[in-house]
Every structure is written in structure tokens, then in C-alpha cells.
């Protein structure tokens, strides 16, 4: 079966760097995206990869390993408005999304 | 433009009943689909649309119908509601399937503001 794992819930402090891994096992691959989703409210994109290495915008970086089935978001000098879930999806041989359960981000002051 | 646009925002429905929701884009997108999003899960795929007059199913259709007469509207209907529908749905769309794949670092999938529904 196909299956996107990623952390339930991660915590940290206003200012720092957080890591946010995904793993996954997919039939094909077409790509991997990242989508903030603040509580009540729609997915927005943040992120896609398709091909190994990193992928840098502004404070948010994507890296993917093919290879490896291996992605992560990397978030840099929290800010409290990035309190958010995050949710890691590919996209199949079909070019359907799967998606992971997403990870709720808790920054503290 | 409006983007996505959905309604109702909310809804509670007894068991039984039927309804449909509403979806409609303004930005000549070919491809729709519908999300069911639950506590602890990814957004699962009910029914999809790779344009006018074509739909198919996705993941968890059962219990779901749609129906794509024209390229702005895409609503779900609801046969006969049961408490395990009680979710919250998401409408969603791109110029096409594959455009996704092509987005680069383009945002290309636009979400609505999402359905909460609860089935009593």
C-alpha cells in the first residue's frame, strides 16, 4: 500500500529552526509537496520537489531524497503565525496526491 | 477572481438525509476533486473531475456522488448522510492533473475554505 508518515505533533521556541520530516512509500513518484494549514482553515501551498536536493524560499526550505523515499520542510526564525499543521503529500504514478496525516507545529514564546 | 469558492461553511444533517455541496472556480481550472479531512489523517480523495462532463472516483467514494456540467462547478452530493461522514470537506483545483506535477515552484492548486459537516 501506499503510506506518507510524518510526525503528529512537534514543538518549539519563537526565533528558532524546526525540522519537519516525512518518509514515504508510494507507487511511482511525481513529486512531493508541502502545504501549511492553519486551524479552520484551507491547505496552501508551500513547497514542491521532484528531484534530490534543496529547495529554498525565503524562510521555508524543502530538502528530498528519492532514493531514500525522504523529504523534510525546514523552518527558519519562527515566527508565532507559523503555529500551523504542516502536511506532506506525493503525488503517485497516477498523478494522484497522497497525503500524510500532517504535523501540527506549536511555537512557544 | 474568488478562486474557490465553497457552501455551505457549515452544516448538520440527521442521518438520512441528503444534501449537496457546493463548489464553484472562477479561474477556468480543468481539474477538480474532493477531500474529506479527518482527526489524524491525510485528506483522502472522494471523487475528482479532469474536466467538463468527465468525473471519476478517488480513494473513498462510497456514499458520494458528483457531477461536472460545466467547467466553474463541481458540487458533491450526499445520498443519504451517515455519521461517518461527519468531516470536514475541502473542494480543490488546478488547470490539470499533471499540471500539478509541472508546478515547479509555481502554486498551482488552489483549496476552498472547506465544508464542516456534522451527521447526527
Known amino acids: 500500500g501506499q503510506n506518507i508518515d510524518q510526525p503528529t505533533e512537534m514543538t518549539a521556541t519563537e526565533g528558532a529552526i524546526v525540522q519537519i520530516n516525512c518518509t514515504y512509500q508510494t507507487s511511482g513518484f511525481n513529486g512531493l509537496f508541502w502545504y501549511q494549514q492553519h486551524a479552520g482553515e484551507a491547505p496552501t501551498f508551500l513547497s514542491y520537489n521532484v528531484l534530490d536536493g534543496l529547495e529554498e524560499k525565503g524562510r521555508f526550505s524543502s530538502f528530498l531524497s528519492r532514493s531514500k523515499g525522504y523529504s523534510y520542510l525546514l523552518l527558519k526564525e519562527l515566527q508565532m503565525k507559523d503555529s500551523a499543521s504542516y502536511l506532506c503529500?506525493?503525488?503517485?504514478?497516477?498523478?494522484?496526491?497522497?497525503w500524510g496525516a500532517g504535523t501540527k507545529l506549536i511555537i512557544k514564546p | 477572481n474568488a478562486g474557490v469558492t465553497q457552501t455551505p461553511k457549515f452544516q448538520v444533517l440527521k442521518t438520512g438525509q441528503s444534501m449537496t455541496l457546493q463548489c464553484a472556480q472562477d479561474m477556468n481550472h480543468e481539474y477538480m476533486s474532493w477531500y474529506r479531512q479527518d482527526p489524524g489523517m491525510g485528506l483522502r480523495l472522494i471523487h475528482y473531475?479532469?474536466?467538463?462532463?468527465?468525473?471519476d472516483q478517488g480513494e473513498v467514494p462510497n456514499g458520494y456522488n458528483v457531477s461536472r456540467s460545466t467547467t466553474e462547478d463541481f458540487p458533491l452530493r450526499l445520498l443519504s448522510a451517515a455519521p461517518s461522514q461527519t468531516s470536514v470537506y475541502f473542494c480543490?483545483?488546478?488547470?490539470?492533473?499533471?499540471?500539478?506535477?509541472?508546478?515547479?515552484?509555481?502554486?498551482?492548486?488552489?483549496f476552498g475554505p472547506g465544508t464542516r459537516l456534522t451527521v447526527l
Open positions: 480543490a483545483s488546478s488547470y490539470s492533473r499533471t499540471d500539478l506535477a509541472l508546478a515547479g515552484n509555481t502554486d498551482t492548486q488552489y
Open positions: 473531475s479532469v474536466g467538463a462532463g468527465i468525473t
Open positions: 503529500a506525493v503525488m503517485d504514478s497516477n498523478y494522484q496526491l497522497i
